[in-house]
């Protein structure tokens, strides 16, 4: 009984919650992208190593009263920045980004970003 109870009360529990609409919606990209621990299945050809890097001010949420609260950009400024990515890749005629890396720092008043990936071609099949 105990044991039902339980399911019961988790069952109920996971239906209140929903997640954010990022998780919602996989956002789709002018290439395909692979981070630094994936690589395509396809052979490929490199083009190019691209980046982008910039600085966004700290939202209340992150510092308070000169307390740092949290570190880094949030989820959409990080699909911000590898759409971007993507675009200049899909510029030069690549099918792909392989190797993508997200660093970054914060200062007191900024979060700084590097995004960076190898614009690749791929091979043709035979």
């Keep these: 009984m105990k044991k039902l109870s339980v399911a019961v009360l988790l069952l109920g529990l996971t239906g209140c919650f929903k997640p954010m609409i990022y998780l919602q919606n996989k956002p789709s990209y002018p290439v395909d992208v692979f981070y630094e621990n994936q690589r395509p299945e396809r052979p490929f050809d490199p083009l190019q190593d691209l980046e982008v890097k ?21 989820m959409q400024q990080k699909e911000l920045m590898l759409s971007r990515l993507t675009i200049q890749a899909k510029k030069l005629g690549a099918d792909a980004l392989v190797s993508v890396r997200y660093t970054y720092y914060t200062s007191t008043t900024d979060n700084g970003y590097i995004m960076s990936g190898l614009a690749v071609r791929y091979k043709a099949e035979h």
């Design 54 to 74: 910039g600085e966004v001010p700290l939202d209340e949420r992150q510092s308070t009263n000169r307390r740092m609260l949290s570190r880094g950009n949030d």
